[in-house]
């Protein structure tokens, strides 16, 4: 519907404006130990008000009424009434419990990217988060939007029906695209006074892996279970291939 793609381009543009605005921040002051802190800090208070909005109907309206919009269906929980026995009022508990949000992995990931690795390194997997996570979705939506998308699931169960949500092969051609055309923002090709470097190859081998990441992150899979959420998991990916690569070249 164009209410659920409102809500869902709105998620995406989100997505990038904090990464962009993370990114820009590193370019005025360090990203490790300052940036990495303060990260670690943000993340922990996101969490402190996780909890209350999980235990307290206040907390939540509150929450919701602000970021109600932003968050996908299995983050946004529900209550239900309960009658008191005692002083004959009504109380609220919790009738499903609240996933973390995309953004509370967000924060992880590119915490974890400035403290594992070099400042372009850890840009480069950031830009790669920022970038093209939600560009393989507003791509897979678009398509899909105009009848023209597959699923992978679809596609791997040759299926004929159309299948809504989950990773698409437009969505995941385009976060290949998008990858290694980030990786060249922070990352050269050939030797110069930065230390990495990588070839289109390796370019190319770490979008093909981090779109196999998103596609996989965060759902379940047989004999696996339930993979993390890949807002956590793609910048990490980007920058252990790209310090790898950069070693073996």
């Given at each position: 519907?164009?209410?659920?793609?409102?809500?869902?381009?709105?998620?995406?543009?989100?997505?990038?404006?904090?990464?962009?605005v993370?990114?820009?921040?590193?370019?005025?002051?360090?990203?490790?130990?300052?940036?990495?802190?303060?990260?670690?800090?943000?993340?922990?208070?996101?969490?402190?008000?996780?909890?209350?909005?999980?235990?307290?109907?206040?907390?939540?309206?509150?929450?919701?009424?602000?970021?109600?919009?932003?968050?996908?269906?299995?983050?946004?929980?529900?209550?239900?009434?309960?009658?008191?026995?005692?002083?004959?009022?009504?109380?609220?508990?919790?009738?499903?419990?609240?996933?973390?949000?995309?953004a509370?992995?967000?924060?992880?990931?590119v915490?974890?990217?400035?403290?594992l690795?070099?400042?372009?390194?850890?840009?480069?997997?950031?830009?790669?988060?920022?970038?093209?996570?939600?560009?393989?979705?507003?791509?897979?939506?678009?398509?899909?939007?105009?009848?023209?998308?597959?699923?992978?699931?679809?596609?791997?169960?040759?299926?004929?029906?159309?299948?809504?949500?989950?990773?698409?092969?437009?969505?995941?051609?385009?976060?290949?695209?998008?990858?290694?055309?980030?990786?060249?923002?922070?990352?050269?090709?050939?030797?110069?006074?930065?230390s990495?470097?990588?070839?289109?190859?390796?370019?190319?081998?770490?979008?093909?892996?981090?779109?196999?990441?998103?596609?996989?992150?965060?759902?379940?899979?047989?004999?696996?279970?339930?993979?993390?959420d890949?807002?956590?998991?793609?910048?990490?990916?980007?920058?252990?291939?790209?310090?790898?690569?950069?070693?073996?070249?």
């Amino acid at each position: 519907s164009l209410i659920t793609m409102t809500l869902h381009i709105a998620r995406r543009i989100q997505h990038a404006v904090t990464g962009l605005v993370l990114i820009s921040i590193s370019h005025i002051m360090p990203p490790y130990p300052v940036g990495c802190i303060l990260l670690l800090l943000a993340t922990a208070a996101f969490y402190n008000i996780h909890n209350k909005r999980v235990e307290d109907p206040k907390w939540d309206d509150w929450y919701l009424q602000r970021f109600g919009s932003l968050l996908r269906n299995h983050e946004r929980g529900e209550w239900e009434e309960v009658d008191s026995k005692s002083n004959m009022t009504h109380q609220q508990r919790r009738k499903s419990i609240p996933a973390l949000p995309g953004a509370f992995y967000f924060l992880i990931g590119v915490a974890l990217s400035t403290f594992l690795f070099p400042a372009a390194v850890a840009r480069t997997s950031v830009l790669v988060l920022t970038v093209s996570d939600p560009t393989a979705g507003l791509v897979g939506s678009w398509f899909t939007l105009k009848g023209f998308n597959l699923a992978w699931k679809q596609l791997l169960t040759k299926s004929i029906a159309p299948m809504e949500g989950g990773p698409s092969v437009a969505g995941s051609f385009a976060f290949v695209v998008s990858t290694v055309l980030c990786t060249y923002v922070y990352i050269p090709s050939t030797n110069s006074a930065r230390s990495t470097t990588l070839s289109f190859y390796s370019r190319l081998c770490i979008g093909v892996v981090a779109s196999m990441t998103e596609a996989v992150g965060g759902r379940h899979l047989p004999f696996v279970g339930k993979i993390a959420d890949d807002n956590l998991l793609i910048p990490l990916v980007v920058g252990c291939l790209a310090c790898w690569l950069d070693a073996n070249e």
